[in-house]
């Protein structure tokens, strides 16, 4: 079973519709866990952290966060063509200090 | 300005040969981290780095060495015991509870 789980996609979504997009974690420790964007042929960049169960908003974005049920799932609302991009789950586990793993990242991509 | 700098951008290795690329951080992180990502996968950890003098394994460790010896540097060397290094790397450094600053990366391509 890997460490985290994503689907792959591609996910396609009409502009100004909600985005949802989902990720799994095996580790029951994990303590902090992280969206990030990729554009093709470019490196990710940080738009959400999350460290305790419930939602957590900034802009168009919102990170949920199930501790019970292993999951952290990042809602985009009013999507938007430039949101097209590959979003990375990640997940910092407390038992291996700063270890940082990754998901296989999901491809979305916003259709006008 | 602040970041990470990673070097060379691109780079061409024949087999056999050892490469290392560089990365450096002026943003006073404690960790600094080595990814691999190969085309439409995500991110795999190589190696991380706490602290000075210090780093450990990540998941797919074999055929990469590292070494810590200042705080701002972190270079990986990929040597010949990697069969398959075609792939983009990324250096990204932390500062507290895991968010990562990413490099610009480098591509590194076998011949």
């Known amino acids: 079973q890997k460490e985290v789980e994503q689907n792959s996609g591609p996910l396609s979504v009409p502009e100004g519709a909600i985005a949802s997009l989902n990720c799994t974690y095996s580790d029951r420790v994990s303590q902090s866990f992280f969206w990030y964007r990729q554009y093709s042929g470019k490196s990710p960049e940080l738009i959400m952290s999350?460290?305790?169960?419930g939602d957590k908003e900034d802009g168009r974005f919102t990170a949920q966060l199930n501790k019970a049920s292993q999951y952290v799932s990042l809602l985009i609302r009013d999507s938007q063509p430039s949101d097209s991009a590959t979003y990375l789950c990640a997940v910092k586990s407390v038992g291996s200090a700063s270890k940082i793993i990754f998901g296989s990242g999901t491809r979305l991509s916003i259709r006008p | 300005d602040g970041g990470i700098t990673q070097s060379p951008k691109y780079l061409f290795r024949k087999e056999g040969q050892n490469v290392t690329l560089s990365c450096e951080q002026n943003?006073?992180?404690?960790?600094m981290y080595w990814y691999r990502q190969d085309p439409g996968q995500g991110l795999r950890l190589i190696y991380y780095?706490?602290?000075?003098?210090?780093?450990q394994k990540g998941d797919i460790a074999e055929g990469y060495s590292v070494s810590r010896e200042k705080k701002e540097s972190f270079p990986l060397t990929v040597t010949s015991a990697q069969k398959n290094p075609t792939a983009f790397y990324l250096c990204?450094?932390?500062?507290?509870?895991?968010?990562?600053?990413f490099g610009e990366g480098s591509r590194l391509t076998v011949l």
């Open positions: 990204a450094s932390s500062r507290d509870r895991g968010k990562l600053f």
């Open positions: 943003l006073n992180h404690d960790a």
């Open positions: 999350i460290y305790s169960n």
């Open positions: 780095s706490q602290i000075v003098n210090d780093f």
